[in-house]
């Protein structure tokens, strides 16, 4: 009996350790799974939210259509210059890619009262011409509001904004005659006419007359700037039915045709370049600007106004001559303002009503800019301006109206 009993204790001894040990693995995956969900806890919910904005930009996405398209170009340098005349004689072509949302919304149209698209566009142009002036690989943002939309033929006008790569660029030694650009990466301006001829709900054919403007907006010498006007054809394609709401008979919010009042200020850089023994400076031109302006319809008004401007490139200039004459200006304004939306597209004449030392003979300049309403009162963008058609600068702006 004794050996009997002594093999049951060893049994139960045995059991209670297995118990234990089971206990003590269980304890231990428990702890390993907490410690595993604590840390994939963290990522699951990324991974949920992301879930739901996939979700969300879906829906968005059924009530704004996203629109590919492909256009082919082809056109011409306009030679505005006797410094460039000689390598202006060849014809740019290229290719775009499109992609944009249409906006269906009330809310949309009601900031413009037309129906629209934006987007993102990216390029690539060859100038034909591989030694002097290369290639250009661009990328812009536009807006475009659409003429007529509903119809099966329809218009629209493109405004974008942008910047180039340069595969060729002015050199003293190895490329002297591209007086276009002197730096690799430029801005891109561009003002397009579209003509569309729907296929099918999903499918458009286009036609597109571009006017295409690449400068660095004077921050390095030389800049002459090239514009190159092009025609495109190509088609646009919807992921699902462009199916345009029926706005007949809504109501329009009324015109204000009271005078409102403007006030920007403005800021830009220019080069002056290294001649003989000094060295090159990078110099700063601003100012502040104040308009008046009144609607003249829905979408356009025009303005006057003053501008006082510290032209520190002129300023640099003569410090080098070893002049002391004064390198302020102030210039009378008038221009005219196309609003679409929160969107204001702006041309604007200066004349130079007091300016002892200029950098261009002209007497007035032209400036064309593009800019974002944040708030009621709020604007920022940027502008052009230019002599003739020689770009000068390119500055940013922020504006104040009420």
């Known amino acids: 009996m ?9 049994k139960m001894i045995n059991t209670k350790i297995c118990l234990k040990q089971a206990t003590i693995f269980k304890s231990s995956i428990a702890v390993i799974v907490e410690a595993t969900m604590q840390k994939l806890f963290p990522l699951l919910c990324c991974l949920y939210f992301l879930w739901v904005h996939t979700v969300q930009a879906q829906e968005q996405a059924t009530k704004n259509p996203l629109v590919v398209g492909f256009r082919s170009h082809y056109g011409f340098i306009i030679p505005h210059s006797k410094a460039i005349a000689n390598v202006s004689d060849s014809n740019p072509f290229g290719v775009e890619l499109n992609i944009s949302k249409v906006f ?11 129906e629209s698209q934006a987007g993102l566009s990216v390029s690539y142009f060859n100038f034909n011409n591989p030694t002097v002036l290369g290639s250009a690989i661009s990328t812009a943002v536009y807006f475009e509001p659409l003429i007529a939309a509903k119809n099966k033929l329809f218009y629209s006008v493109r405004g974008s904004l942008g910047f180039s790569y340069l595969t060729k660029v002015y050199d003293t030694e190895q490329n002297p005659d591209n007086q276009f650009f002197s730096m690799p990466v430029s801005f891109l301006l561009g003002a397009t006419f579209n003509v569309y001829y729907r296929v099918r ?3 458009l054919l286009n036609l597109a007359m571009n006017y295409n403007h690449i400068s660095n907006g004077g921050f390095k010498q030389p800049n002459k700037g090239m514009n190159f006007p092009t025609v495109g054809v190509g088609l646009d394609y919807a992921f699902q039915p462009i199916n345009l709401p029926n706005r007949v008979g ?10 409102r009042k403007q006030l920007w200020a403005f800021a830009s850089l220019k080069t002056v370049n290294e001649p003989d023994s000094m ?3 990078h110099t700063v031109i601003y100012g502040v600007a104040g308009l008046v302006s009144k609607n003249i319809g829905r979408y356009n ?12 490139f002129a300023k640099e200039t003569l410090r080098r001559k070893n002049s002391n004459i004064d390198h302020h200006q102030i210039i009378g304004l008038i221009g005219h303002e196309l609003w679409l939306g929160r969107f204001m597209f702006s041309q604007q004449f200066g004349v130079y009503f007091y ?3 200029r950098t261009s003979p002209d007497f007035l300049y032209q ?3 593009l800019f974002y309403q944040f708030t009621p009162h709020l604007l920022v963008g940027a502008s052009l301006k230019a002599h003739r058609q020689v770009a000068d600068i390119f500055d940013l702006r922020v504006g104040w109206k009420w």
Do not use: M, N
């Open 367 to 369: 400036r064309y800019g």
């Open 301 to 312: 008004a025009l303005h006057i106004g003053l501008e006082v401007a510290a032209d520190g």
């Open 250 to 259: 809504i109501a329009k919010k009324s015109v204000d045709y009271q005078l």
């Open 104 to 114: 269906l919304k009330q809310s949309s149209w009601e900031k413009c009262y037309c």
């Open 355 to 357: 300016s002892p030392f």
């Open 2 to 10: 004794q050996p009997q009993k002594t093999e049951y204790k060893a």
């Open 201 to 203: 709900p999903t499918l």
């Open 279 to 281: 060295p090159t400076t």
